[in-house]
T-cell receptor
Framework: AQSVTQLGSHVSVSEGALVLLRCNYS??????LFWYVQYPNQGLQLLLK??????LVKGINGFEAEFKKSETSFHLTKPSAHMSDAAEYFC?????????????FGKGTKLSVKP | GAVVSQHPSWVICKSGTSVKIECRSL??????MFWYRQFPKQSLMLMAT?????????EQGVEKDKFLINHASLTLSTLTVTSAHPEDSSFYIC??????????????FGPGTRLTVT
């Protein structure tokens, strides 16, 4: 079975500071990993994804994440936070080996950005 | 990019009535659509997987007779909440899975529907 753990339900940073949102996964097969962002009362927007290949993945809005198999982690970072980054962030995992794309989501991390 | 729409974006209904939520893929054909439910300040929980022309597959604990899913075409899936009760109040989000020869590995999410049952 697959699972995702997001450390910290709420992260607060100052504008211009580094953003680090943590995600650890559990999977018995090579995982495909995703980060999504959700603004209030909206659906999910894909930030970035890792499937195969390069372990450092760059996404939209200046975010990036690094897949570390040895640590079973896929932490999301952004060098400099912007006020518009305040939102809920979800890490998700799936294994497309035999499935149709079911995503297993973490509980989410709410990012607050202080001026 | 691929766009998924949901209608309505919010709905208020009385207890005991039924509500239909539509999920449409606007610019692609979705072989599979997913329905999620999200309670306030919680994560998304998969309710069911629907494939065009076949019966939906429900996750454990989801009442299939209460949450009727119809995937009538490659661009439309509907979720009907039958005999709604206040505990059914939630944010319902659909997503569409797109394959085009090579697997896409990505779901495209709709904007969600806020259901409030009074």
């Amino acid at each position: 079975a697959q699972s995702v753990t997001q450390l910290g339900s709420h992260v607060s940073v100052s504008e211009g500071a580094l953003v680090l949102l943590r995600c650890n996964y559990s999977s018995s097969v090579p995982p495909y990993l995703f980060w999504y962002v959700q603004y209030p009362n909206q659906g999910l927007q894909l930030l970035l994804k890792y499937t195969t290949g390069a372990t450092l993945v760059k996404g939209i809005n200046g975010f990036e994440a690094e897949f570390k198999k040895s640590e079973t982690s896929f932490h999301l970072t952004k060098p400099s936070a912007h006020m518009s980054d305040a939102a809920e962030y979800f890490c998700a995992v799936t294994n497309y080996g035999g499935s149709q794309g079911n995503l297993i989501f973490g509980k989410g991390t709410k990012l607050s950005v202080k001026p | 990019g691929a766009v998924v729409s949901q209608h309505p974006s919010w709905v208020i209904c009385k207890s005991g009535t039924s509500v239909k939520i539509e999920c449409r893929s606007l610019d692609f054909q979705a072989t599979t659509m997913f329905w999620y439910r999200q309670f306030p300040k919680q994560s998304l929980m998969l309710m069911a997987t629907s494939n065009e022309g076949s019966k939906a597959t429900y996750e454990q604990g989801v009442e299939k007779d209460k949450f009727l899913i119809n995937h009538a075409s490659l661009t439309l899936s509907t979720l009907t909440v039958t005999s709604a009760h206040p505990e059914d109040s939630s944010f319902y989000i659909c997503s569409a899975y797109w394959t085009s020869g090579l697997r896409s590995y990505e779901q495209y999410f709709g904007p969600g529907t806020r259901l409030t049952v009074t």
